[in-house]
């Protein structure tokens, strides 16, 4: 598991735009692939976003189709989520994590931990 911090997280109006930033620390994660992941009050956490450790191939879940995009520097050991149209049911704590596991419909997390994450409101 690679140690990440998050940021880039506040509170939007609807319509509005979020770029969330993942920096690796202490290690780098450029043969990992990465996942985005969020997480809303009484909800369970779900996954949003992966990325493979090229940036080639990338997957998303249905709700933010079009309208995230997830890509990654591994030069800066550092992986993006560009958030577009935000909605109010985007209200969460977003997550990234490194490595992930991905099959044809989702990914999950092979850590044992999660970090702070960065909270992102859209107010409506």
């Known amino acids: 598991q690679v140690q990440v911090v998050e940021s880039g997280g506040g509170l939007v109006q609807a319509g509005g735009s979020l770029r969330l930033s993942c920096a690796a620390s202490g290690r780098t994660f450029s043969s990992y692939t990465v996942g985005w992941f969020r997480q809303a009050p009484g909800k369970e956490r779900e996954f949003v976003a992966g990325?493979?450790?090229?940036?080639?191939?990338?997957n998303y879940t249905d709700s933010v189709k079009g309208r995230f995009t997830i890509s990654r520097d591994n030069a800066q050991n550092t992986a993006y989520l560009q958030m577009n149209n935000l909605k109010p049911e985007d209200t969460a704590v977003y997550y990234c994590?490194?490595?992930?596991?991905?099959?044809?419909?989702?990914?999950?997390?092979?850590?044992?931990?999660w970090g702070q994450g960065t909270q992102v409101t859209v107010s409506s």
């Open positions: 990325i493979s450790w090229t940036g080639s191939n990338t």
């Open positions: 994590a490194a490595p992930i596991a991905c099959s044809g419909i989702g990914c999950y997390s092979l850590g044992d931990t």
